[in-house]
């Protein structure tokens, strides 16, 4: 009778180790499987944001570099070097607030009265695509990069001031 409950006891001990056992590695793959599940994204609203205000080309020389060849002692804006030729966008929704020839050192120009309350200003372009007063829509084509104004070679200086700001009255560029 002894023997056969110290037997039942080694039963139960074994199989209640055995269980331990088997749990740990059953719950680590379990969690392993959440960690694989995708994440999904908000399609529409990554499509619906601008990428670059030259589509398919990114930054070569940023905003706020200190250099003295400039009247501000750095860097107004963004630029993006890209072939003469190269389409620029509106980077939001907006309205035209100015598109002439007449911007001194910065050429060709347009300004982009966004939505957002502040101006974007397209700056040494070869193309205007829009005239003063013009509704856009982000992702819409404005113009052209060139190489007008004082400049080495093509590409689009791109500034972002508050709306009805000057040389200097700038941030980062942000949208
Ligand atoms: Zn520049």
């Not at 269980?19 to 392993?32: G, I, S, V, Y």
């Not at 072939?83 to 911007?103: E, R, Y």
Request: aromatic fraction near 10%; charged fraction near 20%.
């Amino acid at each position: 009778m002894k023997r056969n409950m110290s037997f039942a006891v080694l039963i139960l001990v074994t199989v209640f180790l055995s269980c331990n056992k088997n749990e740990k590695p059953a719950t680590e793959a379990q969690d392993e499987e959440i960690a694989q599940t995708p994440v999904p994204v908000q399609e529409e609203a990554v499509a619906a944001r601008v990428a670059s205000p030259v589509p398919g080309y990114g930054v070569s020389y940023k905003y706020g570099i200190k250099d003295p060849r400039y009247a501000a002692g750095y860097h107004t804006g963004d630029d993006y070097a890209s072939p003469k030729g190269s389409k620029v966008v509106a980077v939001l929704d907006g309205t035209i607030a100015w598109s002439n020839n007449n911007g001194g050192a910065y050429g060709t120009w347009i300004g982009l009265r966004a939505t957002n309350g502040r101006d974007y200003v397209y700056c040494h372009l070869s193309v205007r695509s829009v005239s003063t007063g013009a509704k856009v829509v982000a992702g819409q084509k404005l113009g052209e990069v060139g190489a007008t104004g004082n400049v080495t070679g093509p590409h689009l200086h791109f500034e972002d001031r508050p709306k009805g700001g000057g040389y200097g009255q700038v941030r980062k560029p942000t949208w």
